[in-house]
């Protein structure tokens, strides 16, 4: 049940489930615009808290974040009566994503406080908000991402389609394949032929490593890129050092 009423400003709260944590100042001064012209052409939708005089947003934060810039004192809005809180929560999700994109970090964080806080998997999450399963299980994926990757997403110095990129990286790669995306502003092509260059030289090496310990009988490790790179052998007495020498071809003369 749902009906229209005029609310005070000073009475409506965010909803506690709000998936995006960036509003961009320039976006909402541009929807006030468009509204001091056009006026509120898709109410907000709330609900009553129950024992109190104020209303929690459950669509349309940024429509209420711009009447109040414009300084509005009241607000039309369709008032639903008491949603669950597994409502709250995928009701601002679905909003958000079907209204202005949010980031895919703050999907990522919705998806999994749906899964954890209400016991949803992921084919029911992808049914409420019209995305396929496995893009659902994507998006959880950034969150495997370390924090400064995961801000950069949300500060769009890098996109999602940059994220699955890192994210198809070996980790030990992962980190020298983003610092160049900040440093170059690669495009999602030119780091994506990066990413399988590095997969091909890494591969290479662990073909090597095997190839070397199989020869010297010990423990070898190589690492590096195309223009420069390191062979270490490491040995764990002088008996193992004096079969490696013999191998290299040095004969040690006692002094």
Do not use: W
Request: hydrophobic residues 40%; glycine residues 4%.
């Amino acid at each position: 049940m749902q009906n229209i009423e005029e609310i005070s400003l000073n009475d409506i709260v965010s909803n506690r489930y709000q998936p995006r944590t960036v509003f961009v100042d320039e976006d909402i001064r541009e929807l006030a615009e468009s509204i001091r012209e056009m006026g509120l052409l898709h109410l907000p939708v709330v609900t009553k808290i129950l024992g109190t005089t104020k209303y929690e947003i459950i669509a349309g934060e940024r429509r209420i974040m711009a009447c109040r810039l414009l300084g509005f004192s009241t607000i039309q809005a369709i008032v639903r009566s008491h949603p669950t809180l597994e409502e709250l929560a995928h009701l601002a999700l679905i909003e958000n994503v079907q209204r202005v994109d949010l980031n895919a970090v703050e999907i990522a964080k919705s998806i999994k406080t749906l899964i954890t806080d209400f016991g949803l998997t992921q084919e029911e999450i992808a049914l409420k908000i019209g995305k396929k399963r496995s893009t659902v299980a994507n998006y959880l994926r950034i969150l495997q991402l370390p924090v400064d990757m995961q801000l950069a997403i949300m500060e769009h110095k890098i996109s999602h389609a940059h994220a699955k990129v890192l994210l198809s990286c070996p980790p030990d790669n992962r980190r020298a394949l983003f610092l160049k995306m900040l440093k170059e502003s690669l495009t999602v092509d030119k780091a994506t032929k990066l990413a399988k260059k590095r997969d091909s030289d890494q591969l290479y090496y662990k073909e090597l490593e095997t190839r070397l310990q199989r020869h010297f009988g010990m423990r070898v490790e190589v690492s590096g890129s195309k223009n420069r790179g390191s062979i270490s052998l490491l040995f764990n007495d002088l008996d193992e050092l004096d079969v490696l020498l013999e191998k290299l071809g040095y004969i040690a003369h006692a002094t």
